[in-house]
């Protein structure tokens, strides 16, 4: 497909399969989409093609769920259950070239037991999915943290027999335990010695069930970030990022609340000394918020800008959500932001998460 590709130096182009170029603006690729039929989008700046990589994706495994009693008809998001041609059809239109595809852990409060059999469902069904589409799909795996010395070796043979590029993990282990728990720590040591990713995806803050009541559906509005500034926040004031400083961790909806106001963590302890609990840590909070990553699904120019401000451009990469209709154009939503360079808008769009998830750039 590449042969199609327009050079068009220092300028945004859009090409279609069928070769046509246009230039960078949404106005036109909408146009060019409804147009193309069906034609895989491709993204190129400054005259070069950029694989895009989504590292928020969602699915589900029917047959995981029924275990549960559950039916992955009644999941919110149309075509969860799938990794398939809609799916497909729908990054072509995005301008996404690879999904790395997470399961919500739907399963920290069930036994040990069947824990574990759900797991082992979702990795061998996902891992299955993305090697009929090798070159769009690689998939998150699954993993019983509740029994941490199984999720270690789930993590383990997930990576390097079924090909996982890391592993999906919620907020917390079901609301009972914090990812800075000790207990976890022979996970975080094995995530970090396989060099692999960890996504983290909130589950809500279920503890304020009573308080989300009402409109503006708040459990996920403002549970989800909620639930991830929670997770982040244990894990640096408790000095797990000490412990382990090679592990890479890359969070949902831009890190939820934390990124945009992580300078109040860096002075909480002056004005409250009495609530140190004596850890040592080794650097300020907000360096701990910088050595992480996140993905763009901030929506507007100006929450792009700031995220990129707070946390560094280069720990940056693509969220949709995908097929939760949260932000069907994340792609656009780089390319056009006016705050970033030509190679700063590369490396989220796809070079940045391509290093993380070793993918190779090339088609
Ligand atoms: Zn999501």
Redesign the pocket.
């Known amino acids: 497909m590449h042969d199609h590709t327009h050079e068009l130096a220092g300028e945004l182009a859009f090409v279609d399969c069928n070769g046509g170029a246009l230039h960078g603006n949404t106005a036109t690729n909408e146009a060019a989409a409804q147009a193309g039929g069906g034609a895989r989008r491709q993204v190129v700046v400054a005259g070069k093609r950029v694989k895009t990589i989504d590292v928020?994706a969602?699915c589900v495994i029917p047959k995981a769920l029924e275990l549960q009693g559950k039916d992955h008809r009644q999941e919110r998001g149309p075509g969860l259950g799938e990794v398939g041609s809609r799916r497909l059809r729908e990054m072509d239109e995005q301008g996404i070239d690879v999904e790395a595809i997470s399961i919500n852990p739907h399963w920290y409060k069930e036994s040990r037991d069947k824990a574990v059999e759900i797991c082992k469902i979702n990795n061998e069904t996902l891992a299955e999915l993305c090697a009929q589409h090798p070159d769009r799909f690689v998939g998150f795996a699954s993993l019983t943290l509740q029994a941490p010395e199984v999720a270690v070796q789930q993590l383990e043979h997930a990576v390097k027999k079924l090909g996982m590029r890391g592993a999906a993990i919620g907020g917390s282990v079901g609301g009972t335990m914090e990812f800075a728990d000790a207990k976890l720590d022979p996970v975080w040591r094995k995530a970090e010695e396989l060099g692999v990713l960890l996504f983290i995806?909130p589950q809500s803050t279920p503890e304020l069930g009573n308080r989300f009541k009402g409109n503006g559906w708040l459990a996920n509005t403002i549970g989800n970030p909620l639930d991830t500034t929670i997770a982040l926040s244990h894990i640096i004031f408790e000095g797990t990022l000490d412990k382990f400083p090679g592990l890479k961790i890359c969070s949902?909806h831009g890190g939820g609340f934390l990124p945009s106001y992580g300078p109040r963590s860096d002075n909480c302890l002056r004005v409250a000394p009495e609530m140190d609990t004596g850890v040592k840590l080794k650097k300020k909070p907000t360096e701990y918020i910088r050595d992480m990553y996140y993905d763009t699904l901030v929506f507007t120019d100006e929450a792009l800008r700031h995220l990129a401000h707070e946390v560094g451009v280069e720990k940056l990469v693509i969220g949709t959500?995908h097929p939760?209709p949260w932000q069907a154009d994340s792609v656009n939503h780089i390319l056009n932001c006016s705050h970033f360079t030509d190679a700063q808008k590369r490396m989220m769009l796809g070079e940045t998460a391509g290093k993380l998830l070793g993918i190779s750039p090339e088609f």
Request: no cysteine; glycine share 0%.
């Open positions: 928020h969602h995806h949902a959500d939760i």
